[in-house]
């Protein structure tokens, strides 16, 4: 991560989170709950705990893995299997008897056991801990391994003794994921002991101009709200009641035990899953599982999910579907997981797509982690323009990424990394005189419809629209909430008449059903599909046109500009290109690209310049080429970059060509000096030149 992309985070967080009235209070309710644990469990006390004092399972709410587990959840969240796996020894109701985690296996012990494993236990921590406060991690991590507890619980421990030298980031992936982020994930780090680890991100923070005054506390909610990536898959889940523990219909929020089947996973999957409502094998609802939190009662810890977008189905019963699932029964009442094709089936009518739409700031996030540059203010004007009308043209040179913003935006938007089917890439033919290439037409003499990629696209956006809560007659009642977006970029959208094969749509869009007329009867394709025989331009689908402006391509009418916003994609800022190559780990050679950049930048006062496309295989071709550096750049110089320059004499082009010529004469370079001083003698000579003798 470059230094820019950073501070513009930092910013971010600053603005968004860390100044709000729940940020504060939540900093405050951590530091005074960090006070509290010390001063209740103190450190010269740990060895004189008894087993009531230390276990989770007794009615004491006031133990010392009750407070690590939940009175602290607010200074960080562990998330553990069962308590003797993460604690070394809890009090099973159960039983009604300890239990205790040997290294191997957990089983039930005698009160005398119990005590010895607790007394194993006091002295691994008061060792560790005096250890832990030098910051002797030789000596942690051996201490470590011979104490029964889970990592995360050590580590939630050191935090909570040691706030301000140990961070509140106990996940190993978590911890790995925030290093690689700011590029401190190499491969001696990796095999490195995780209190090591964890020390190496507080350091980054302890060297960072902004963050050093940061309390540890606000740093953590920093990593996790802006640094965590979220385009991870989202997960899945049957909800299934059954009794009196759980709620009727979890439409505002779903409690659960935290001993019943799938709790953890379901804790894991906060803010990021999806689920299915079962009741007596019937399912009623579907919706997405927002935050959850924990809460104590009777001596049983309990769970409350926020549920979001909560929609009721027409009821589904299980058996009339089974056959198609790839679960074919369902257990005890609780927290099922189910594959992302057995929620869509299950959640068919209305339709609830599977994947969560992200914030236009984890868009931003996505787009840069690809190694691609575009100004953030082009890309939240890109996303307003999409929210404003569904039309969207991007121009601009070749090379600055206006496909590839199309592809990146759509991809970030639902975190797909290949394959999205919510985007679909069409290459616009110069050939292209009227619809038939988009929506395909009626063959008589097959008797069928042959239809296209492009069509088929559309109407999977109106199975989807058609099938949203959100739908109501056909139109979309908020269609900025609606979670079923697809966009279709017609890729160099002027090599053709847009008014010719784009048509339909153009008058479509302004009329008030949107109806495009397909076939009077309606009628099949030869594989015994159905097409409609008229179809409406659905408030899910969204159109976006890459455009070149030369000799090859066409202009626009009024007509066509009128029902867009277009987008001018013109600064090509190399420096920040080559920030976010080398902060993904990718080799630029400077000498190479010193020189690339500087003729860049003669070409730019005159509007000739490049785009990124040339700048990356420029530097690919160096790094592949078995020729010197300067033969391999002069060569590239004339084969990337001079070919474009050529027209009718006027002053860009002339002195575009005299500067070049100038900064070209004495660098080592001299078939592309040699190929400008051709073209500007073919200029003075006849009025005009091109790069071809």
């Not at 996940?171 to 020390?199: M, P």
């Not at 990021?272 to 007596?280: A, C, Q, S, T």
């Not at 769970?303 to 009821?315: F, G, R, S, T």
């Not at 059903?513 to 009628?523: E, M, Q, S």
Request: with cysteine; aromatic share 12%.
């Amino acid at each position: 991560m470059e230094i820019s992309q950073l501070r513009e985070l930092q910013n971010h967080f600053e603005v968004a989170r860390a100044s709000t009235q729940e940020a504060q209070q939540l900093y405050k309710e951590c530091e005074d709950l960090t006070s509290q644990f010390q001063q209740k469990f103190r450190r010269d006390k740990i060895g004189s705990m008894t087993l009531p004092e230390y276990v989770v399972g007794h009615e004491n709410k006031d133990s010392f893995c009750y407070w690590l587990q939940f009175k602290t959840s607010k200074v960080g969240e562990i998330f553990v299997g069962g308590a003797a796996l993460a604690f070394g020894v809890y009090y099973s109701k159960k039983d009604n008897a300890y239990r205790v985690f040997d290294g191997s296996k957990v089983g039930v012990v005698p009160d005398d056991e119990a005590s010895k494993q607790l007394e194993r236990i006091k002295a691994g921590l008061v060792e560790l801990l005096s250890f832990a406060e030098k910051k002797a991690f030789a000596d942690m991590i051996r201490v470590s391994k011979q104490l029964l507890l889970d990592y995360q619980v050590v580590g939630k421990i050191l935090t909570l003794y040691f706030p301000e030298k140990y961070l509140g980031v106990f996940s190993n992936g978590h911890v790995n994921e925030f290093l690689e982020s700011f590029g401190k994930l190499d491969d001696k780090t990796k095999d490195s002991h995780i209190f090591e680890r964890r020390s190496i991100l507080l350091e980054f923070k302890e060297n960072d101009e902004i963050m050093k005054n940061w309390t540890n506390k606000k740093y953590v909610d920093f990593l996790y709200k802006e640094i965590l990536k979220t385009h991870v898959p989202a997960s899945y889940f049957v909800l299934r009641t059954g009794s009196e523990e759980y709620s009727d219909q979890p439409e505002s929020k779903y409690n659960f035990k935290e001993s019943i089947p799938g709790s953890v996973q379901l804790r894991v999957a906060e803010n990021n899953g999806w689920f299915v409502y079962l009741e007596k094998d019937v399912f009623y609802g579907t919706g997405r599982i927002g935050k959850i939190s924990s809460y104590e009662k009777d001596g049983v810890t309990y769970y409350d999910a926020e549920i979001l977008d909560y929609i009721k189905i027409d009821p589904v019963k299980f058996d009339t579907i089974k056959d198609r699932l790839s679960f074919k029964s369902i257990g005890q009442p609780g927290i099922q997981r189910i594959s992302e094709a057995d929620f869509k089936i299950i959640a068919k009518s209305p339709k609830i797509p599977a994947l969560t739409l992200h914030p236009i700031e984890d868009i931003v996030k996505y787009i840069k982690s690809k190694g691609f540059f575009f100004p953030i203010e082009t890309i939240i004007n890109y996303h307003t323009c999409l929210l404003t009308k569904p039309f969207v043209i991007l121009s601009g040179i070749t090379g600055t990424g206006k496909t590839k913003l199309a592809e990146l935006y759509a991809n970030g938007l639902y975190g797909i990394e290949k394959d999205n089917p919510y985007y679909r890439k069409v290459a616009v033919q110069s050939n292209w005189s009227d619809s038939k290439p988009l929506l395909g037409y009626y063959n008589p003499f097959i008797g069928a419809y042959h239809t296209t990629p492009f069509l088929q696209f559309v109407l999977k956006a109106i199975e989807d629209c058609d099938s949203c809560g959100l739908n109501n007659g056909g139109k979309c009642s908020d269609s900025t909430k609606c979670s079923s977006k697809y966009f279709v970029c017609l890729d160099e959208m002027n090599l053709a008449h847009v008014e010719y094969y784009f048509a339909d749509f153009l008058s479509a869009m302004e009329t008030e059903n949107k109806t495009i007329n397909l076939h009077p009867a309606g009628t099949k394709t030869e594989e015994g599909t159905s097409i409609p025989s008229k179809i409406r331009i659905p408030d899910n689908f969204y159109v976006i046109g890459t455009v070149n402006i030369d000799e090859t391509t066409k202009e626009f009418s009024p007509k066509v500009l009128d029902r867009a916003n277009t987008i001018e994609l013109d600064i090509v800022d190399l420096e920040k290109w080559k920030e976010i190559q080398l902060s993904l780990g990718i080799k630029i050679n400077e000498e190479a690209f010193k020189v690339i950049n500087e003729i860049h930048s003669i070409l730019r006062k005159y509007s000739l310049h490049f785009g990124y496309r040339v700048c990356n295989e420029i530097i690919k071709y160096i790094e592949n080429s078995k020729l010197s550096l300067y033969e391999s750049l002069d060569l590239e110089i004339k084969q990337k970059i001079l070919p474009k320059l050529s027209g009718d004499d006027n002053p860009r082009l002339r002195k575009s060509l005299e500067e070049l010529n100038q900064y070209l004469t004495g660098r080592q370079c001299e078939q592309s000096r040699t190929k400008v001083a051709n073209m500007l003698e073919k200029l003075n000579q006849y009025g005009f030149t091109s790069f071809y003798d």
